[in-house]
């Protein structure tokens, strides 16, 4: 499940989360051919204009 690492503000948090949990499914990480708890920072960034 993803989470925020670092909060910026609470809208776009959600934003960020939403994307990710809409992302294709990542594959498992494996060692020695066995899946494996494994994580990830994915980090996402905001542009805004004027």
Known sequence: MPHV???VHPL???EAVRVVM???KWKPG???GRPVK???T???I???SN
Request: avoid cysteine; aromatic fraction near 20%.
């Open 22 to 24: 809409k992302s294709p």
């Open 5 to 7: 690492h670092e909060s």
């Open 38 to 40: 494994a994580s990830y």
């Open 42 to 44: 994915m980090p996402v």
């Open 30 to 32: 494996k060692k020695e």
């Open 12 to 14: 776009l948090d959600a």
């Open 46 to 48: 905001f542009y805004f």
